[in-house]
């Protein structure tokens, strides 16, 4: 609801702000792309924004694929379009857990298409009917909140919490960089941190 109030308030018409949440799905980068086509940035500019965001999405198939097994052309197309913070962190965690038992590819097809269609009808819900909502209610909050709770059950070991650390100290010390770009440094960072951390594990 918050990425369809957002995307009108930043004055996207309705028509475009649809477009958008189908298009896209990703809330993150929507938001930032009405906040840049209501600066009148450069469409170089709110491309670039929009792909740098969303770069954490290559990361989250390379760890997924190894566990969906063979899947056909399509499903790959179907599932790469759905693919999503939320939909990625649940199947993690359970494709983790030993005793599982449910079969991968239809858990992650369920997480993705469930997240989808309430994240397509919630959206149309800000856009149409953001005005309403009142302003004490805080809903900006709801952003870092859901990202926290996708964050803490994927922290089980040094690697991953010394990730989290670093990713979110560059993110705060840079965050008054134009374009996000301190969020993409602090991703970058945590990565380079986990990843390291990892290699001198398996070398101790």
Known sequence: ??????????????????????????????????????????????????????????????????????????????????????????????????????????FFAGACTSLYFTWMFATLCGIFFGALIPPSWSFDFAVPLTFLALLVPNITDRSTALAAFIAALVALLTVSLPYNMGLMLGAVSGIAAGYFSERKKHHD
Do not use: C
Request: aromatic share 10%; proline share 5%; no cysteine.
């Open 1 to 106: 609801m918050l990425t369809g109030v957002v995307t009108i308030a930043a004055g996207v018409s309705p028509v475009k702000a649809i477009f958008m949440t189908l298009a896209m799905f990703a809330g993150a980068a929507q938001v930032s792309v009405a906040q840049l086509m209501a600066e009148h940035s450069s469409a170089i500019i709110i491309v670039a924004t929009a792909i740098m965001i969303n770069l954490r999405f290559i990361m989250y198939s390379a760890s997924i694929t190894p566990y969906l097994g063979t899947v056909s052309l399509w499903q790959r197309l179907f599932l790469s379009y759905t693919l999503s913070d939320q939909a990625y962190a649940v199947s993690i965690v359970e494709f983790n857990k030993p005793d599982s038992p449910f079969l991968r590819a239809p």
